[in-house]
């Protein structure tokens, strides 16, 4: 069967796939579409196995919001030039209406369940994506929340999805209330929500150092117990969103903001895209002039 460029043309729109790719697709399936369709993606998730040990500390979070449940996620990519791509986007849309919908308990479940009963599962969906845009991509972590109509999500994303946040008030519909505080912890990056998550033994670390720090600054020993208390609060100001000073209004804390509004903070997911991963250390006029030099 002839391979027409109607036919070329088709098989692009339908798969995203380049021009060249789709017809030699076409001429080694006699012009069959669907087989033609089904050796792209075949010869796409080969290529998405081959970028599987590349460094892709890039992406975005984004944040998915169905009613009462809310998903915050991550998805990497290698450079941030992929980030504004328009099939980057629809592959952050997807994946977080398909969490939203399905709640997943860990990304290894979420991989292998079927993408909106269409037969492709996510991982297959992600590959895709990946043959054609050209980049390791990848789904690093999610959280979803799940709240009453009584109660709040706050979402904030900060520049174009390099800082995702996502928080809960109960007590209060204001969605508005909730993103605040959401922009509060972009701004600020607290660890936990108040003294009371503070880990024990973290508490306990840091009291001893203080401790140390006062007896080298040859402090009285009966005064040091009562300048350690004083300076575990400064601790827990820095690291408890509650108890630091709210950024839109550092006359008050972010407790008092929370309760003025007859709130309640029950918890927050922030996500800051590539935080403790291992980073490219070719810059992009290094990459273009190693190109140059192939």
Known sequence: MAVT???VKELREKTGAGMMDCKKALQETDGDLDKAMEHLREKGMAKAAKKADRIAAEGA????????T????????????VVKNDQFQALLSE???????????????????????????????????????GEKISLRRFTVLNKTDNDAF????????????????????DKEVAKDVAMHAAAVSPRYVSRDEVPEEEVNSEREMLKTQAMNEGKPEHIVDKMVEGRLGKFFEEICLLEQD????PDQKVKQYVESKNA????????????????REENFAEEVRNQMKN
């Open 264 to 279: 309640n903070l029950k918890t927050f997911v922030r996500y800051e895209v590539g935080e403790g991963m291992e980073k």
């Open 95 to 133: 994946l977080g209406k398909h969490i939203v919908e399905q709640k997943p308990e860990t990304v290894e479940e979420a991989l292998q369940q079927e993408l909106h009963g269409n037969g492709e599962t996510v991982e297959k969906y992600i590959n895709a994506t990946v043959a054609k845009i």
């Open 154 to 173: 706050g979402s904030y994303i900060h520049m174009g999805g390099s800082i995702g946040v996502l928080t809960l008030l109960e007590g209060t519909t």
């Open 5 to 7: 460029a109607k036919l």
């Open 61 to 68: 979070a984004h944040i998915e919001v169905d009613n009462n």
């Open 246 to 249: 709210f950024v839109k209004d």
């Open 70 to 81: 809310a998903a915050l996620l991550e998805v990497n990519c290698e450079t941030d030039f």
